[in-house]
Nanobody, 124 residues
Framework: VQLQASGGGLVQSGGSLTLACVAS????????MGWYRQAPGKQRELVATITRGGATTYTDSVRGRFIISRDTAKNAVTLQMSYLRPEDTAVYYC???????????????????WGQGTLVTVSS
């Protein structure tokens, strides 16, 4: 499974950006999809996730400012970011849990895939 992310850039504090990610490759379906971020000198952290059914979770620092959504038919996930703050500056990575069935009747195989990362810079 390949994930292609786009939409990063430079924005002023208080501004908005929308990140998009599209999955391609061989899989039966995508289960949970999400966005993570890694700021300079820090560990990668979860930003938001969305289940196949549309249930969402957010890290506390972005709740109320970011909205995650998905288009299951297009294998895509989007992160709408508003009221951006300098501390939101990071490389953002999309993530997907895929299910593959190699042969009819075989057990499903689950895998985790990551996009290449897209840089979001928020200036003060």
């Amino acid at each position: 499974v390949q994930l292609q992310a786009s939409g990063g850039g430079l924005v002023q504090s208080g501004g908005s950006l929308t990140l998009a990610c599209v999955a391609s490759g061989r899989f039966e379906r995508l289960n949970d999809m999400g966005w993570y971020r890694q700021a300079p000198g820090k560990q990668r952290e979860l930003v938001a996730t969305i289940t196949r059914g549309g249930a969402t979770t957010y890290t506390d620092s972005v709740r109320g400012r970011f909205i995650i959504s998905r288009d299951t038919a297009k294998n895509a996930v989007t992160l709408q970011m508003s009221y951006l703050r300098p501390e939101d500056t990071a490389v953002y990575y999309c993530n997907a849990i895929s299910m593959t069935i190699d042969h009819p009747g075989s057990q499903p195989v689950f895998g985790t895939s990551w996009g290449q990362g897209t840089l979001v810079t928020v200036s003060s």
